[in-house]
Structure formats: structure tokens, C-alpha cells
């Protein structure tokens, strides 16, 4: 596309925005982002895909206040993440991708609550949130269980609730499932995908089959954005995919080859319907 | 070299409170030149079987025999020079100023001649399209090219069997599918390879053969399409649409790579 960002412009009614945002690593020759421009308006769910190498981290650090831009503006819920990282934490949660490295408390419902202690907040509203946050990942009944006992999905599951239980406006997705088998993936994403509309998310991945309900795709490479485009232009653009070293992934691959639409179908399920239903009306495309 | 896990079980921590069962019994044979896919969840014992296999870790109960031999018999540094293992997330490793330095490490340390260590340095990136980083340090690397560069520090050895754990975790989907090819191209080179992964497409694509564990026993083992067609609700997409499609069409083949379901559902009546 030619013009990245265009309506989208940084604006008050944002819950994220980044205008001309760069960065460079000390001793890089070539800078981590350049000129990066997006907007996430409250309740969008916007995924980012790339390279590796592509810039992705540095934004999810730049977003919270880890790095601060050598130039441009960033505003998170109103606020500079370069010089009120600790409120913008507040407001904006950041699920990585190992769940190992996150989980610290002996007890499921302890780590949980583990981010409000830091946050100060009162114990007996602390324990309401602890069990919103619990019931929305399905983890009731596992308040007692201790983390190491869980599955790779279970932890990921407990280090979301953490995140809820702060009551972000934003949650930033940092490869959340790729260190998870498929079974994992699958319940993580089931998860992921009921935050919607209550919270703006930003999802970022390797996976194109977990963006295929996004509200738009943006695609970082080399530091620039390449594009802001919905899932459904972006997912047929083969020329587009290549550039950026994407694939389809299988599903979405077999019904295009089979000249059905490839954004609509995700799951084998969806496809072998798909499938059957052409077979029956005798149509041939 | 023909390698072979003979009921092989392995506790950790024995006698303490900590003891934990994470193999139990496991057999498996890794032939010359194949294949040979390790799936199952987190947990299952992947990791903790393949360090079986260069004696970084040794059974319990049961043994590892290399060409029908106890390993236990062979020297280690030979054992792990001809069963090169890559760890997950091995670029956590480098930690040589520059690339070549790096991939030249281990080849230095078996006493070869300089110029045949460099030969084998200049072999291993060529062969990992790796040749154009050989002067850059490793910390200015993206990540896939760090993942290519630790491998080519354990190609270096020339090793047998190339043992690969979760290769392709956290790369971005070209840099995996260029593994894949490596990986296909070792065994033409007649390397054999065994692929751990959690990712059963990928599995699907290059695995001559299959052992699935869970919680430490192998649950099933086979060709691909043995073992992926016994429990489709966990097999890579490609099995599933084809088992969805079974009930009303039992004439469908039992297709596991890409290119040969395409083919079937193309051959499909009035799809």
C-alpha cells in the first residue's frame, strides 16, 4: 500500500498511537524502526507480522516503556511510555511468549494477584479481581494448584489472568502461544479471542492463522511498516506474503489452491465443510 | 549409522521428593539416512529422550546401542562428534567474536589440521546459506540467523545423526520452511535426522517415520500416516480435513504431506 497509517492518524481518540517513532540499537548500523506511524483505536484487535529481525520487539518495548524513541511521539491511553512507563503499565499489559520465565508464586490464585500487590490495590478488591481474572481464562477450580504442575497452555492461561487481573485497557500480545504444542495453542487463542471488544489488543505472531478475525494486519520489516491492511486483502496477497518471508498456513493454503476463499476458511473443520458443500451443489470453480 | 533406544526409562532425582518418571520404556530405532519425527505435548519427554541418544544423559534402566554396540562402550567424545545434538534455542550458545570463530569451535577441539577446520567451517555455512555472515559477530544477528549459525557449529563435526530439538521455535514461517529443506537436504546427503517438534505440519512434511510420545511411553510409532490417522483430532491440518472428509467419502486415500493431499482433494468427485 502506499501510504502506511493513512486514516489512522495519531489523534485523541486512540488507545495507542505512534507518529514517526524510530529507534536504533547503540553500535547498529541500521535502525530497529524507522518513521513508524499507526493508530489503535479503543476495542481494535490489530495484529503485527514480520521478519525476524523485522522490528516487532522493539515496538512491543518501545510500547511499554523498555526503550524510549530517538525520535517521534508515542502516546499509550494519553500517556509518553518514555516518561510515565509506570503509569502506562497500569493501562497497558504485556503477555510474553514463555510463560515460564513470568510465573513466580507457589499458587495458581498467588500469582494471579501477584501484579495488584505491586499495584497497591486494596486485598478485598484484590480478591474480586483475582477471580474475574480466573473465571475469564477458565481456570476455576485450579486456584490451589501449583504452576509447575500445569501445562505449557495452563501456564500461559495463568500469566493472562495475571495481566486481566490488573484491568489493562491494553493487552499486547508478544508471540503468545509459540512456545506451546498445538492443543496449547488452540485453548490460549480461544482465550485471546474472547477479549474482544472490551480491550484494544495488539497481537503479535508468526502464526496468520491466529490474525484471520483481526481488524487489520500490520507488517513490520526492516524496521519499516510495510502495511496496514485487513486480514482479508492481505491474506491474498501472495506477492505481499513472499516479501515479508510469511506463508500461509496449511489450511488457508489447501483452499486457496482448491480456488475457495482462503480468509473465511481456518480450521480443518471450516475447510472440509467448505469442501463437502461445493462437492454437493456440483459447482466447479 | 543405524542408532536404537531399547526400553529405555529414565527417572529424575531419584530416592528424593522430587523423583520424576520422565521416560518409561521407551524403544526406538533412528535407520541410516531417514527421518524420524518426535512429537507429543509439553512435557511428554521429547527433550529428555534425545539427550538419551549422545549419552548427555544415560537410562536408568534400559540401553542405547550404536550399530548394535552399547554406547556406553564407545568413548563420549567420539559418541557426540558422530551424534550431533542442537538444543533448543542453541544460539543462547555463541559466544565467539565473529560467526566463522563460532562454527569453528568444536571442529578445533577434535585436533584437526587448521586448514581442514576451516574448510569444514566454510562447508557448514555454505551448506545453511550461512556463507555471508561468516565475518559479522553473532550478536548482530537477526534470529534466524543466529538459529542457522549454531547449527552449522554442530554440522561442523559431521555428524552421523543431527539431532535437532525444536529448530524451528519463534522463527518466522520462510526461515522455517528453509529448514525444512536443510533437513531434506542432509538426508540426501545421507545424514540422518531426528526432528523434535511440537509442530505436527511441520512433522508431516519431512518425517520418513513417526513416534509419538505422551507422558514419557511412546503412544504410537509408524509411518506418518500410521500415526497421525489414529488420532486425527491431533494431527497436522492436513490429516484432519482429510479425516473430516472420510465419512462421506470412504473411497479418500490417507494423503500426509502438503502436495499429496492437495493432489486427493483435487481428485476428489465434483470438488
Known sequence: MENPGEGTRPGGSFAVSCENVSFSYPGSERPALSEVSFGLRPGEYVGVVGPNGGGKSTLVRLLNGLLRPDSGHIRVSDRDPATEPFEVRKRLGVLFQNPDNGLVAPFVEDDVAFGLENLGVARHEMQGRVARAIRAVGLEGYERREPDTLSGGEKQRVALAGILATEPEILVLDEPTSMLDTAGRREVLRYLKALRPEKTVLHVTHHLEELTGADRILVLNGGDLIADETPERFLSDADLLRENRLVLPVVPRLALELGLPPTRLSTPEELAEAILARAESGTRT | ?271
Open chain 2, 1 to 271: 549409522m543405524t542408532l536404537e533406544l531399547k526400553d529405555v526409562s529414565h527417572v529424575y532425582a531419584p530416592g528424593t521428593p522430587f523423583e520424576v518418571e520422565a521416560l518409561r520404556g521407551v524403544s526406538l530405532v533412528v535407520e541410516p539416512g531417514e527421518v524420524l519425527g518426535i512429537v507429543g505435548g509439553t512435557g511428554s519427554g521429547k527433550s529428555t529422550l534425545v539427550k538419551h541418544m549422545n549419552l548427555l544423559l544415560t537410562p536408568t534402566i534400559g540401553e542405547v546401542l550404536v550399530d548394535g554396540v552399547d554406547a556406553r562402550s564407545l568413548k563420549k567424545s567420539e559418541l557426540r562428534r558422530r551424534v550431533g545434538l542442537v538444543f533448543q534455542f542453541p544460539e543462547s550458545a555463541l559466544f565467539a567474536p565473529t560467526v566463522e570463530e563460532d562454527v569453528a569451535f568444536a571442529p578445533r577441539q577434535l585436533g584437526l589440521h587448521e586448514d581442514e577446520a576451516r574448510e569444514r567451517v566454510r562447508e557448514s555455512l555454505r551448506v545453511l546459506g550461512a556463507e555471508e555472515l561468516a565475518t559479522r559477530a553473532p550478536f548482530t544477528l537477526s534470529g534466524g540467523e543466529k538459529r542457522r549459525v549454531a547449527i552449522a557449529g554442530v554440522l561442523a563435526m559431521k555428524p552421523e545423526v543431527l539431532i535437532l530439538d525444536e529448530p524451528t521455535a519463534g522463527l518466522d514461517p520462510a526461515t522455517r520452511q528453509d529448514l525444512l529443506a536443510l533437513i531434506l537436504g542432509l538426508r540426501e546427503a545421507g545424514i540422518s535426522v531426528v526432528l523434535v517438534s511440537h509442530d505436527l505440519d511441520e512433522v508431516a512434511e519431512v518425517a520418513d517415520r513417526v513416534s509419538a510420545l505422551h507422558e514419557g511411553r511412546v503412544r504410537a510409532a509408524g509411518t506418518p500416516a500410521e500415526v497421525f490417522y489414529r488420532e486425527p483430532a491431533q494431527a497436522p491440518a492436513t490429516v484432519q480435513v482429510v479425516s473430516l472428509l472420510k465419512g462421506s467419502r470412504p473411497e479418500i486415500g490417507a494423503p500426509v504431506r502438503f502436495k499429496e493431499t492437495l493432489e486427493t482433494l483435487r481428485a476428489l468427485r465434483g470438488v
